[in-house]
Nanobody, 119 residues
Framework: QVQLVESGGGLVQAGGSLRLSCVASGAIDTINSMSWHRQRPGTLRELVALITSADNTRYVDSVKGRFTISRDNAKNTIYLQMNSLKPEDTAVYYC?????????????WGQGTQVTVSS
């Protein structure tokens, strides 16, 4: 099992910055990739940024050049640095971990943290 604990959400004005953190615990060695997703009311949850165990990263087009995903393996933590925030970035942000073990693949999710960007 993998547990994910998020922090760093809050209220910020347009053009401001926030840094989200996600600390993983449990079966850390089984994790293949970690990612950040977001969801607005009435919309589907979308992938925002992903980082693999090989340090490959990918971003949704709408955040490229503004958001950066990174990790600190010593702290079992990933971060999402969000700069130049826009009102359309307002959403609940979720941390995700994809893991593989002898049984199969599993997805784990954090509880979500609210990010609100005022215009």
């Amino acid at each position: 099992q993998v547990q994910l604990v998020e922090s760093g959400g809050g209220l910020v004005q347009a053009g401001g910055s926030l840094r989200l953190s996600c600390v993983a615990s449990g079966a850390i060695d089984t994790i293949n990739s970690m990612s950040w997703h977001r969801q607005r009311p009435g919309t589907l949850r979308e992938l925002v940024a992903l980082i693999t165990s090989a340090d490959n990263t990918r971003y949704v087009d709408s955040v490229k050049g503004r958001f950066t995903i990174s990790r600190d393996n010593a702290k079992n933590t990933i971060y999402l640095q969000m700069n130049s925030l826009k009102p359309e970035d307002t959403a609940v942000y979720y941390c995700n971990a994809l893991s593989s073990d002898n049984v199969g693949d599993s997805d784990y999710w954090g509880q979500g943290t609210q990010v609100t960007v005022s215009s």
